[in-house]
């Protein structure tokens, strides 16, 4: 599966917070999502990292409504 592999490398950005996110709720997560969050979680990957961690972390949320409540789900995932 390259696409797997792709998508574990990509959520491999740099910071010790978005690795932990990202890198977790794909290896926990990404299989059980349906086909439009697959698709969100890789159209969430193409931003850059300063609004990547800001969304994240709380502080803004996405435009796109979609990638909202993506957002909120991996939240959620994070939240103890």
Excluded at 7 to 15: F, P
Excluded at 43 to 66: F, T, Y
């Amino acid at each position: 599966m390259p696409e797997v592999r792709r998508l574990r490398w990509r959520c491999r950005r740099g910071t010790r917070e978005l690795d932990a996110l990202l890198e977790t709720y794909f290896e926990e997560k990404f299989t059980s999502l349906d086909e439009a969050d697959k698709l969100h979680f890789q159209r969430l990957l193409d931003c850059e990292d300063k609004e990547l961690l800001r969304c994240l972390v709380g502080c803004e949320a996405p435009e796109d409504s979609e990638l909202s409540d993506l957002v909120e789900k991996i939240r959620r995932f994070a939240a103890p």
